[in-house]
């Protein structure tokens, strides 16, 4: 007779095996650079293809936060103009009362 221990200790074990399963294979099924051929020239030219998506992927984060902080340089401007015209404003208000 199984005890209630063994009982849990099972279905997690099963539990944790359907969860991993999925896991293991896609990791296995991709694992390594992907090349097919053992071709020297094939294998490089592999290599120089991934290294080139991956100054692609550089280049498109570097456009992104540049965009960023010109978002946020306008927010800035945008911000100490309006509180130029502001202090401007009360300053020409100061200049009526004397």
Do not use: W
């Not at 991993?20 to 290599?47: K, R, W």
């Not at 080139?52 to 960023?68: D, G, N, P, S």
Request: net charge neutral; charged share 35%; proline share 2%.
């Amino acid at each position: 007779m199984k005890t209630s221990t063994q009982k849990t200790y099972k279905t997690l074990i099963s539990a944790l095996v359907i969860l991993l399963f999925p896991l293991i294979v896609g990791c296995s099924v991709f694992s390594g650079s992907g090349n097919v051929s053992n071709d020297p020239e094939v294998a490089h030219q592999q290599q120089e293809v991934e290294r080139l998506r991956r100054e692609v992927q550089e280049a498109e984060r570097y456009a992104e936060e540049a965009e960023q902080r010109e978002k946020a340089a306008k927010n800035r401007l945008k911000a100490a103009e309006h509180e130029l015209k502001a202090l401007e404003e009360q300053a020409k208000r100061r200049n009526e009362y004397q």
